[in-house]
């Protein structure tokens, strides 16, 4: 009788933890939606907790012309989160001895000032201290590509062996790619990452619009936010954006992609971890590999704004754990998207 009766009270003891954690999971899962509900957010929301989803929602409208609502299949255009793919690709490059990070820009870029003084690994963790004059705005070949930016790109000496922003120096580093693997930038992400990941709504081709699932971008002019101004996108901008603003995505491929990163699918894991270590001069935002790394809360991070996109990711280091928000109007005037989406991260995966 006393067995019978220690087992009950063990058995309801499960029950009343299920319940409460069950409880305590609707409650936080209902301050994340008015969280974002509160920050006028338009996209899709996904967590990943211990490998498993935990979370998905969709906000406002993909096409508000026609009146479709963003789903968990909307496909963003991602800006800079694409340029942790290059990072990727050039540590692949590496490990197959077609090319070495330590490289020198002159052997591949030789008009550029300073490139003789200039690694491959200065591009990779933007401390080359290259700029471009300006922004080509007609499509370029392959030839063209690499004319322009062996003219357009300056030097500034303020940045070199300094952490500076700068789209070019991952621009650079896709035409490497594409030419020490004798094909395109396109083909390498598919040889990679499409094909492998079985990728369907995932690319950096031109063919975003095509896509069934895409969302329009829209320009926020005023609160609360509305979609009075959509944006045309611009293709000639995105396609001079070669290997640092052409991916597009929806959440969900984006963190199989993203997992399959860390978890050494496309490179060893001990190879990723070395180069993404954060050099001496970039300690104080941990910029290495495309991404941003936080050594103290265990978890890297990106954020990427184009015409009207808004997109940012946080995901654990060992990829099991993971906060993405994809937006389609960039609202400047509400909290920082990065800071939203550390913030869910802090609620659910810390605590």
């Excluded at 008015?34 to 969709?58: A, F």
């Excluded at 990727?88 to 330590?102: R, V």
């Excluded at 941003?292 to 991070?301: E, L, R």
Aim: charged share 15%.
């Amino acid at each position: 009788m006393k067995t019978l009766r220690t087992i009950c009270s063990i058995l309801f003891l499960l029950l009343f933890i299920g319940t409460s954690s069950h409880v305590a999971t609707a409650s936080t899962q209902k301050t994340i939606v008015k969280l974002l509900k509160h920050n006028q957010y338009s996209g899709s929301l996904l967590i990943i907790k211990h490998g498993k989803i935990w979370q998905k929602n969709n906000f406002g409208y993909a096409d508000y012309e026609q009146r479709r609502l963003n789903t968990s299949k909307s496909v963003y255009q991602l800006a800079s989160l694409e340029k942790s793919i290059t990072a990727t690709l050039l540590i692949k490059a590496q490990t197959q001895h077609k090319l070495k990070l330590s490289d020198s820009l002159h052997s591949y870029f030789p008009n550029i000032p300073y490139s003789a003084n200039l690694t491959l690994k200065h591009l990779m963790q933007m401390q080359s201290g290259l700029v471009l004059s300006n922004k080509t705005s007609t499509n370029l070949s392959t030839k063209r590509l690499d004319y322009y930016l062996n003219h357009a790109t300056r030097f500034d000496k303020n940045y070199v062996n300094r952490w500076h922003y700068s789209d070019v120096n991952y621009i650079l580093l896709a035409r490497i790619l594409a030419k020490v693997n004798h094909c395109s930038y396109q083909e390498l992400f598919n040889r990679y990452f499409k094909q492998p990941l079985h990728l369907k709504n995932t690319n950096v081709d031109d063919n975003y619009e095509l896509n069934p699932y895409h969302t329009t971008g829209y320009d926020v002019q005023e609160q609360p936010a509305n979609y009075t101004n959509p944006l045309t996108l611009d293709t000639q901008r995105l396609d001079f954006e070669l290997g640092a603003g052409q991916l597009y995505a929806n959440v969900q491929e984006f963190y199989h992609l993203q997992a399959a990163i860390v978890q050494g699918k496309i490179v060893p894991q001990k190879v990723l971890q070395i180069y993404r270590q954060v050099p001496p001069t970039n300690q104080g935002n941990g910029y290495n590999g495309g991404v941003y790394n936080d050594a103290q809360n265990h978890y890297f991070y990106a954020h990427g704004v184009e015409q009207g996109f808004d997109t940012v990711f946080v995901m654990a280091n060992n990829g099991k754990n993971a906060v993405i928000l994809f937006s389609n109007r960039h609202n400047p005037a509400m909290t920082n998207t990065i800071d939203l989406a550390k913030d869910i991260y802090q609620m659910v995966i810390t605590k």
